[in-house]
């Protein structure tokens, strides 16, 4: 099984309190939410700094993977102390076949070009790339596929950061999906928004390092989702009893009348 998978089942499971005898049996601290550092390939120096910053996976992300084979093998010799996996807007069977040869954990990939028959492999993590413009059918449609889990993010670039209306997306599609859920973290979105995508049903994040400062970017996520909630707050809603109240009869009642002894 994807090592990126067991995290994210550890995660929704949450820690389960151990068995023993003693007060020294304690309850293991799960972290609430995953963070993921993606790099472009090629980048050793940001994989340096996304292992020793405490990333719990990396993302390496290729425009043409049958070129990027020799430097993504090179990650596989390195043998990283945390999985890795590569994102792609496509990936065929074969493809697949070679990065699980050279250790890739889990692979990224857009639905519209990407063959159907990587959906059975069993091997490697399958991660579907979504955006907000998925209609609530196809959506829906995810659920009934052989994937591990699903990638939400902007349908552009141009979007502003984390709306009230990206955030209707999100619950739409997280709601509908029955999968992992994962999201892209732009380098725009402030660490505040964690909580919002925690709430969601978001259990991990993508991190882009691409970024000035990267090493200070990953320690602020990782900062922000220390302070989550362990439990998702209820959403606040106003319950109104509505009381009948007794009709007033419209007849008259008499007294009645004393029988005189």
């Not at 090592?3 to 089942?9: D, S």
């Not at 996976?57 to 093998?73: F, G, M, R, S």
């Not at 109104?240 to 009645?256: F, G, Q, W």
Request: glycine share 6%.
């Amino acid at each position: 099984m994807s090592k990126l998978l067991e995290k994210l089942e550890r995660i929704s499971e949450g820690s389960s309190q151990p068995l023993g005898f003693g007060a020294a049996v304690s309850r293991a601290k799960v972290s609430q939410m995953l963070v993921i550092a993606s790099i472009p390939a090629g980048n050793a120096k940001l994989t340096a700094f996304s292992e020793k910053g405490g990333a719990d996976a990396l993302l390496v992300t290729v425009e043409h993977l049958d070129k990027e084979i020799k430097n993504l093998a090179k990650i596989g010799r390195a043998k990283a102390d945390i999985p890795w996996g590569v994102s792609s807007e496509t990936v065929s069977k074969e493809e697949i076949e070679k990065l699980i040869e050279i250790g890739c954990d889990f692979v990224i990939f857009a639905p519209a070009k990407t063959p159907a028959a990587v959906l059975t492999e069993e091997i490697i993590g399958k991660v579907l790339k979504i955006d907000t413009s998925l209609t609530e059918s196809l959506a829906k449609a995810v659920n009934r596929l052989q994937l591990d889990a699903v990638l939400i993010g902007p349908s552009s670039e141009e979007e502003p950061p984390f709306t009230v209306l990206q955030m209707m997306m999100y619950e739409r599609l997280a709601s509908v999906t029955g999968k992992h859920l994962l999201a892209t973290m732009a380098p725009s979105m402030s660490t505040s928004d964690l909580e919002s995508l925690w709430g969601l049903g978001v259990r991990g994040i993508v991190v882009d390092m691409a970024v000035e400062q990267p090493e200070q970017r990953l320690s602020e996520v990782k900062e922000a989702i220390q302070k989550l909630p362990t439990t998702r707050k209820k959403s606040k809603e106003k319950i109104r009893a509505t009381l009948s109240l007794p009709r007033a009869s419209s007849e008259k009642v008499e007294p009645e009348e004393e029988e005189e002894e």
